[in-house]
């Protein structure tokens, strides 16, 4: 299995990004998903999450900010980042709980994305 995240980059503060992350392989299902962020000298810490009904969960930090969806045909996950500060700066990472066989779920990271916010 391999989660490849895509849409990162450089962007001014209050701007938007997508990032996207698609999960390929020999999948049964996929449970969780979510984005993690691990900025310079810092630990990797949750932004969002997403489950596969569609309950999600937020950082306090990008609530009302950041929108996290999937779509489960394409096994496919995505945060929406708009009004961007520089603290949002890091490397984003995609994550996904991942069924290989029913009931045995193994724990996959996407090689991570930079989004540097700076004017």
């Known amino acids: 299995v391999q989660l490849q995240a895509s849409g990162g980059g450089l962007v001014q503060p209050g701007g938007s990004l997508r990032l996207s992350c698609a999960a390929s392989?020999?999948?049964?299902?996929?449970?969780?998903m979510g984005w993690y962020r691990q900025a310079p000298g810092k630990q990797r810490e949750l932004v969002a999450a997403i489950t596969s009904g569609g309950s999600t969960n937020y950082a306090d930090s990008v609530k009302g900010r950041f929108t996290i969806s999937r779509d489960n045909a394409k096994n496919t996950v995505y945060l929406q980042m708009n009004s961007l500060k520089p603290e949002d700066t890091a490397v984003y990472y995609c994550?996904?709980?991942?069924?290989?066989?029913?009931?045995?779920?193994?724990?996959?990271w996407g090689q991570g994305t930079l989004v540097t916010v700076s004017s």
């Open positions: 392989g020999s999948i049964f299902s996929i449970n969780a």
């Open positions: 994550n996904a709980d991942v069924e290989l066989v029913p009931t045995q779920e193994y724990d996959y």
